[in-house]
């Protein structure tokens, strides 16, 4: 007869998916647009984390912004659909998100809705027709 120990050691991680924004409805004069998407997190249970989100190609959270040849369509992201809080790095007036993971399993997952808002009156400039897009970074600190 013989025995032996088994271990097991779990270290802190999280898991981060970002689904795309697309602003479905055309940009027609006075018409403000919304959209909103998905960021999803597992972290192991117990472990506190929060999401930045970059400015993107302008570089400034106070107006980011979709490129189209040499066009631009000014937009923002926002914690939540009141349109508030600018979600960005915790810098200026913007804000990130937090909570605390519940689990690495997918049942655990942890959804945090990303709202985006264009408005006609930051985009008063002549707007050619065509596909207009920026990228956007989502990193997690835990």
Known sequence: MASFT???S??????INAGNINFVAPFVGDND???TS????RCTNLTGYSIALSAGSSGDFTGREMVGG??????????D????????????????????GEGMAPANAIVHPVY???LAVDNV??????????????TITY
């Open 116 to 118: 985006a808002q264009l």
């Open 70 to 79: 040499a066009d631009v369509l000014v937009y923002n992201l926002y914690t």
């Open 81 to 100: 659909n009141t349109y508030g809080t600018v979600w960005g790095d915790d810098t200026g007036s913007t804000d990130v998100v937090s909570d605390v």
């Open 10 to 15: 779990v270290g802190k991680n999280c898991v």
């Open 125 to 138: 400039g002549p707007v050619s027709a065509g596909a207009y897009a920026d990228t956007i970074i989502a």
């Open 6 to 8: 088994v271990n097991a």
């Open 38 to 41: 998905n960021i999803t997190v």
């Open 33 to 35: 647009l919304t959209a």
